[in-house]
């Protein structure tokens, strides 16, 4: 089946520096889309890429796909400390999504 | 801006007993989902519904779940008789036509 699954799974930086998360799966997708989960919060949508994109910006995040490879990165630029949170991937296929496991984001001022 | 809206926000159930997790979808809304993320897992598929009947379930989604959107603005998780690795946060999501799915804030089912 298909899986996002994420890496690092944690990940610690100082507010002002670059996060990347990467992301790979294993079967064809319609889209993959990125997700945020503050500590016992529900999940907001951050930015959704289709499977013909390779490169997609919005605001402070920008994400790739190559579906040769069947990975994306999220990279969040100048990062803030209110970024800090589980950010995770999700695959859509047919109807449905899949969501990895997450990468940990901790931004320290 | 609208939102999608669950209740409880907290559920603690004995093991055996029946619970019933509500989720009010976006209004104008046509396709509703629930999840469920196990305490440091993913967040996993449930089932999803549209048209007034489910459309795609998971293995997870057994005999022991049912869902239900009574009227125009509720739908439902209803679990028949739980059991301890029911323990989960349960998140409802809906979206209109676009791939974007909104998700509520979640019910944290324990069961004890």
Same mark, same amino acid.
């Given at each position: 089946s298909q899986q996002g699954e994420e890496d690092p799974q944690a990940l610690s930086i100082q507010e002002g520096e670059n996060a990347t998360m990467n992301c790979s799966y294993k079967t064809s997708i319609n889209n993959l889309q990125w997700y945020r989960q503050n500590s016992g919060r529900g999940l907001v949508h951050l930015i959704l890429i289709r499977s013909n994109e390779r490169e997609k910006h919005s605001g402070r995040l920008r994400v790739t796909l190559d579906t040769s490879k069947k990975s994306s990165s999220l990279l969040i630029t100048a990062s803030r400390a209110a970024d800090t949170a589980s950010y995770f991937c999700a695959t859509l296929g047919y109807s449905t999504l899949t969501f990895g496991k997450g990468t940990m984001l901790l931004v320290s001022p | 801006e609208p939102e999608v809206t669950q209740t409880p926000s907290h559920q603690v159930t004995q093991m055996g007993q029946e619970v019933i997790l509500r989720c009010v979808p976006i209004s104008n809304?046509?396709?509703?989902?629930?999840?469920?993320?196990?305490?440091?897992?993913?967040?996993?598929?449930?089932?999803? +519904?549209?048209?007034?009947?489910? #459309?795609? &379930?998971? %293995?997870?989604?057994?005999?022991? !779940?049912?869902?239900?959107?009574?009227?125009?603005?509720? +739908?439902?998780?209803?679990?028949? #008789?739980? &059991?301890? %690795?029911?323990?989960?946060?349960? !998140?409802?999501?809906?979206k209109r036509l676009t791939y974007e799915q909104y998700f509520g804030p979640g019910t944290r089912l324990t069961v004890t």
């Amino acid at each position: 089946s298909q899986q996002g699954e994420e890496d690092p799974q944690a990940l610690s930086i100082q507010e002002g520096e670059n996060a990347t998360m990467n992301c790979s799966y294993k079967t064809s997708i319609n889209n993959l889309q990125w997700y945020r989960q503050n500590s016992g919060r529900g999940l907001v949508h951050l930015i959704l890429i289709r499977s013909n994109e390779r490169e997609k910006h919005s605001g402070r995040l920008r994400v790739t796909l190559d579906t040769s490879k069947k990975s994306s990165s999220l990279l969040i630029t100048a990062s803030r400390a209110a970024d800090t949170a589980s950010y995770f991937c999700a695959t859509l296929g047919y109807s449905t999504l899949t969501f990895g496991k997450g990468t940990m984001l901790l931004v320290s001022p | 801006e609208p939102e999608v809206t669950q209740t409880p926000s907290h559920q603690v159930t004995q093991m055996g007993q029946e619970v019933i997790l509500r989720c009010v979808p976006i209004s104008n809304h046509l396709y509703f989902y629930w999840y469920r993320q196990i305490l440091g897992q993913k967040v996993e598929f449930l089932v999803s +519904f549209y048209n007034n009947e489910i #459309s795609e &379930k998971s %293995e997870i989604f057994d005999d022991q !779940f049912s869902v239900e959107r009574p009227d125009g603005s509720n +739908f439902t998780l209803k679990i028949r #008789s739980t &059991k301890l %690795e029911d323990s989960a946060m349960y !998140f409802c999501a809906s979206k209109r036509l676009t791939y974007e799915q909104y998700f509520g804030p979640g019910t944290r089912l324990t069961v004890t």
